[in-house]
C-alpha cells in the first residue's frame, strides 16, 4: 500500500469515526469516545508489553479497591485487570513467539516459585472452602506470573530497572502529599494516622511497609552519581525527602524496624560480617532471652504506654503486651494461625481461607477490644504464619525456599559482579526486599498489589541481573539512554 492510500485509509477511518461518535453523543451514550484510548492501549498491549509493566508500577500505588464502594468482589483497579490480562498475552506469546529466553525458566529461584505454586495449588483442591481457595490461587497467579516471568524478560534491558523504580515512586508520591493533607488537616493525630492513605491503602501498616521497602533503593539512587545531572540529583532528593517524612507520619513501627533490619544486612555485606559469625551471635542472643523470657515477659507486661502522637511514646509502645490493644491483636491473630496449623500441619485449611475460619480458635484470654468474629480486620498479621495455617508446613517451606534463593542470589550478585551498576541495582533491590522479608513477621500483603507488584517485580530484576548483567562490559543507566 502506497503512502497516499495509507493516508486516504487513515482519514477515512477517522471521518467515519467521528461521524458515528458524534450521533450517538448526540443520543447521550458516550462509551465509543474510549474506542481510540482502547485501540491504542491494545496496539501497545501486543507491541510494547515493557511499557505496560512499567505502567502497573506507576498505578499500583494510585489503585484502588473497589470494595470499597460496596462491591463484593475484591478487585484493585485499574492494575489487577492489567495483570490478569498480562498474564493472558504472555501464555499467548510463549506459545507463538520464541524469542522469549528459556534460560528464565531454568533459573533457581524460577524452580522455587514452580515449587511454591504447585503447593498453593494442592492446597487449593484440599481446601476447607475450595471456591475461595480458587479465587485465591487465581489471583495469585496474576500477581506472580507477569511480574516475575515478564519482569526478567523486561529487564533484560538494563535501563528499566530504574524505569520501574521511578515508575513506582512517582505513583506513590500523590498518594503521599493526599496522605499528608488529610493527616495534617486532623492534627496529625495518631487515630488519624491510621486511616488518612485511605482509599489508596488500607490502613497505616501496609502504607509504611511499601514506603519501607522503596527508601533503601533511592536512598542509594540518591548518594550515588552514575553521571546523573544537576537537575536530576536534586529531584532524586525531594523524592527522598518525601519517603522520609512519610515513613515518619505513617506511625508504622514494623516499618521503623524492617528499615534498621535493611541497615543491619547493609552494614553486613559492606564489611563482609560472615553469616556463621551472625549466626552465633543470633543463637547466643536467643539463648539468653529464652533464659531470661519470664522476667523479659514480666517487664513487658508491666509497660503501659500505649501507641501516642509522640514519637519515642510510640516507639516505646511496641513492647507494650499488657494494655496496647494493636500489639494484643496480633499476638491473638498468631495464636489463632498456630492453632489452626496445629489442627491440619500437612494440607493446612486452604489459601485465602483463614480470615473464614480463625474465630473459633480464638481464646477468651486472647480476645481484644479490636478482635472480630466476621474475619473483616485483617488476617494473620504476619506472612509467615498466614501460609503456614493455609497451607501447611509444606507451604511454609516453599516461601521460604523463595527467600533463601532470593538472598543467595543477591549476595553472589553483590561478591562477584564487575559491572558496578549491575551490582548497585543487585544491592539496593536485595534491601528493599529485606525490609519486606523482616516486616512480613508482623504483616501479611502479598495478596494486595501494593506489595506484589514491587516484591515480585524486584524480584525479578535480580534475576535479571544475574542472568544478563552482571558480567557485562560496565555501562551507566544514562549511556544506555
Known amino acids: 500500500m502506497g503512502k497516499k492510500s495509507k493516508i486516504l485509509l487513515t482519514t477515512g477511518i477517522s471521518l467515519i469515526y467521528i461521524i458515528i461518535n458524534t450521533f450517538l453523543i448526540a443520543n447521550e451514550l458516550y462509551w465509543f469516545s474510549l474506542l481510540p484510548v482502547l485501540v491504542i492501549f491494545g496496539f501497545v498491549f501486543f507491541y510494547r508489553l515493557d511499557l505496560i509493566y512499567i505502567s502497573v508500577a506507576l498505578f499500583t500505588p494510585l489503585s484502588i479497591d473497589i470494595t470499597n464502594f460496596g462491591s463484593s468482589i475484591g478487585l484493585a483497579m485499574p492494575t489487577e485487570p492489567i495483570l490478569a490480562a498480562l498474564l493472558l498475552v504472555f501464555v499467548f506469546k510463549l506459545f507463538y513467539d520464541s524469542s522469549y529466553d528459556k534460560k528464565i525458566f531454568t533459573h533457581p529461584i524460577s524452580y522455587g516459585i514452580y515449587f511454591y505454586l504447585l503447593w498453593m495449588f494442592i492446597t487449593t483442591i484440599t481446601s476447607d472452602d475450595i471456591s475461595v481457595s480458587i479465587k485465591w490461587f487465581v489471583a495469585k497467579l496474576w500477581l506472580i506470573i507477569p511480574m516475575y516471568f515478564l519482569g526478567v524478560s523486561v529487564f533484560k534491558e538494563i535501563k528499566n530497572i530504574p524505569r520501574f523504580i521511578w515508575a513506582y515512586t512517582l505513583g506513590f508520591i500523590p498518594v503521599i502529599i493526599f496522605t499528608i493533607s488529610v493527616h495534617a488537616a486532623n492534627g496529625f493525630s495518631d487515630h488519624a494516622a491510621h486511616w488518612a492513605m485511605s482509599p489508596f491503602f488500607n490502613d497505616h501498616t501496609s502504607y509504611g511497609a511499601m514506603l519501607a521497602m522503596i527508601i533503601p533503593i533511592i536512598f542509594g539512587i540518591a548518594i550515588t552519581t552514575d553521571n546523573k545531572s544537576q537537575n536530576t540529583r536534586i529531584f532524586t532528593f525531594i523524592a527522598l525527602t518525601i519517603l ?118 480464638q481464646s477468651v484470654s486472647d480476645k481484644t477490644v479490636i478482635s472480630t468474629n466476621v474475619g473483616n480486620k485483617g488476617t494473620a498479621h504476619s506472612e509467615y504464619l498466614l501460609i503456614l495455617s493455609e497451607e501447611g508446613v509444606l507451604g511454609l517451606v516453599s516461601f ?6 532470593i538472598a543467595i542470589v543477591s549476595l553472589n550478585i553483590y561478591k562477584t559482579a564487575k559491572n558496578n551498576v549491575a551490582k548497585k541495582y543487585g544491592l539496593l533491590l536485595f534491601l528493599g526486599l529485606i525490609t ?45 539512554k
Open 400 to 405: 521460604l525456599v523463595i527467600l533463601i534463593l
Open 244 to 361: 522520609m517524612i512519610a515513613i515518619y507520619f505513617s506511625i508504622s513501627r514494623a516499618a521503623w524496624l524492617s528499615l534498621i533490619i535493611a541497615i543491619g544486612v547493609f552494614i553486613m555485606m559492606k564489611f563482609r560480617i560472615k553469616l556463621s559469625l551472625v549466626m552465633t551471635i543470633a543463637l547466643i542472643g536467643f539463648a539468653i532471652i529464652f533464659s531470661f523470657r519470664e522476667q523479659i515477659i514480666m517487664k513487658m507486661e508491666k509497660n503501659k504506654q500505649d501507641s501516642s502522637d509522640n514519637f519515642m511514646e510510640h516507639v516505646q509502645s511496641a513492647s507494650n503486651i499488657a494494655t496496647d490493644a494493636s500489639n494484643l491483636e496480633r499476638i491473638n491473630r498468631w495464636n489463632s494461625a498456630i492453632k489452626l496449623f496445629m489442627d491440619r500441619p500437612i494440607f493446612g485449611w486452604g489459601p485465602g481461607t483463614y480470615q473464614f475460619v480463625y474465630a473459633p480458635y
Open 436 to 480: 519486606y522479608f523482616a516486616h512480613a513477621f508482623l504483616n501479611n500483603f502479598l495478596d494486595t498489589d501494593k506489595a506484589a507488584v514491587p516484591f515480585w517485580g524486584f524480584v525479578a530484576a535480580i534475576v535479571a541481573i544475574d542472568l544478563y548483567h552482571k558480567d557485562t562490559i560496565e555501562d551507566t543507566i544514562e549511556e544506555k
